[in-house]
């Protein structure tokens, strides 16, 4: 069967330390059998990794930050599609999916299509909304409150004991032993990612992940439980291993029937010694070990990209148990003319 | 005492279980134990097979053995109470 020609950009190139979910996504596109694909690379940063990549990336372009508004990024998005005819964008950070879930239908009347979360499903899971979206979805979560202000840390006293966790809106989690601790992470993640500030209640047990993929009908695509093995102090897997625990993927479908989730998400769930699972944060989107799931015989990103071109894509059923990813980390060599091109003419 | 659905034993003693990723790794006694509990065999058995086949005393393996059992049921290998 002849390979469907199809172009798609994706940020998240920053494939570093705290690595973006761009370059795995891509990896995972790439590998299909059913598209013959063009990758357009949207960079925020000169330096992003993926960016020199070339045989993952075939043309990157520089995007203004979304905090600069999303007016500026859309008019840049234009000006990228009239030279890539982009058929599908898929966003891979946080910080840039709202202006992106505001922007479907204006970048569908330009001919590219997303498969993101509706306004109200990415707004629902929001770390600040976690209690009232448990309750909804009968999911147990952690004591959580948005806080805007350290003088607030004090007023949660009868509410949440120490240790508990300080988080940011979007990213960074400290654990908090004390008042002084909590406010220094409260100044540190604040300085760095805004406000609210989140306190959600500490939760021992032992951290678990799902990768998974909803069509937006209340089904799941895939889903693959893993656990990470290795961890940065960024918090961040440097290697992890797919699970066999059906009480894991239960919950995953059972949020993605009850909140009709479509596109990509990440469950963060804590594993308590009674093997109780407690949720702990959606990310509404394909995480950074997604290619794991693409290993281990669940090709998302390739089935996310389906989805958004309106392709059917069938359901994956199964997936291979005690399959590990292991992070490493190694130095390209780039000529200094690829990082001028990028610098100034913003293309590469 | 029953070893816990699922779980992965190589000959060379790597032990996995596939519903925490943990995994740990036996020396050939652990093997031969955990070998037995697989096969059903119940606490009197095991101290018998392995006093008859080694120089260990009763006393001594049994001490050495709840030490072994109370790790595996630390760390969920095993269900049972572990006397049986």
């Known amino acids: 069967m002849e390979k469907i020609k199809v172009t798609i950009a994706a940020s998240g190139l920053n494939n570093i330390d705290s690595p973006g979910p761009g370059i795995p996504v891509i990896r995972g596109i790439r590998d299909s059998k059913d598209f013959d694909v063009r990758i357009v690379g949207l960079a925020y940063e000169n330096l992003e990794p993926g960016a020199y990549m070339h045989e993952l990336v075939d043309k990157t372009y520089k995007v203004p930050y979304p905090s600069e508004g999303s007016d500026a990024l859309m008019e840049r998005l234009k000006v990228i599609n009239e030279q890539e005819h982009i058929d599908v964008l898929i966003p891979n950070f946080d910080s840039e999916l709202y202006t992106f879930i505001k922007a479907e239908n204006t970048l569908r009347d330009i001919g590219i299509q997303t498969f993101l979360p509706t306004m109200k499903q990415f707004e629902e899971r929001h770390k600040s909304n976690l209690p009232e979206f448990g309750k909804k979805y009968q999911v147990k979560v952690p004591f959580s409150k948005p806080i805007s202000s350290v003088s607030d840390i004090e007023k949660l006293k009868d509410d949440i004991e120490y240790p508990f966790v300080v988080k940011g809106k979007f990213y960074d989690a400290y654990i908090a032993q004390n008042k002084e601790q909590a406010s220094m992470y409260f100044n540190r993640i604040s300085a760095k990612w805004g406000l609210p500030i989140i306190i959600q209640e500490f939760i021992k047990g032992t951290e678990v992940n799902v990768v998974a993929l909803g069509d937006g009908n209340g089904r799941t695509i895939g889903a693959v439980p893993m656990r990470k093995q290795y961890i940065t102090d960024k918090g961040k897997a440097w290697g992890g291993i797919t699970l066999d625990d059906s009480r894991m993927l239960d919950l995953t479908h059972h949020i993605i029937s009850q909140t009709r989730w479509r596109g990509g998400m990440e469950l963060e769930l804590i594993r308590t010694d009674k093997n109780e699972f407690y949720l702990i944060e959606i990310n509404p989107r394909l995480p950074a070990w997604v290619y794991l799931a693409v290993g281990a015989g669940q090709n998302l990103p390739e089935a996310l990209v389906k989805l958004a071109l309106g392709l059917p894509a069938n359901p994956f059923t199964n997936y291979e148990t005690g399959k590990l990813f292991i992070r490493y980390s190694y130095d390209m060599i780039c000529n200094l003319d690829e990082f001028m091109k990028l610098s100034t003419k913003g293309e590469l | ?84």
């Open chain 2, 1 to 84: 005492m029953q070893l816990k659905k699922n779980i992965a034993i190589s000959d060379t003693g790597f032990l996995f279980d596939p519903s925490t990723g943990d995994s740990f790794t036996l020396n050939p006694m652990g093997i031969e134990i955990l070998g037995m509990i697989k096969e059903g065999k119940s606490q009197a058995e095991i101290t018998s097979h392995i006093t008859s086949m080694y120089d260990v005393v009763e006393s001594a393996f049994e001490r050495y053995f709840y030490d072994f059992i109370s790790m595996l049921k630390h760390h969920q290998i095993i269900e049972g109470n572990g006397e049986n």
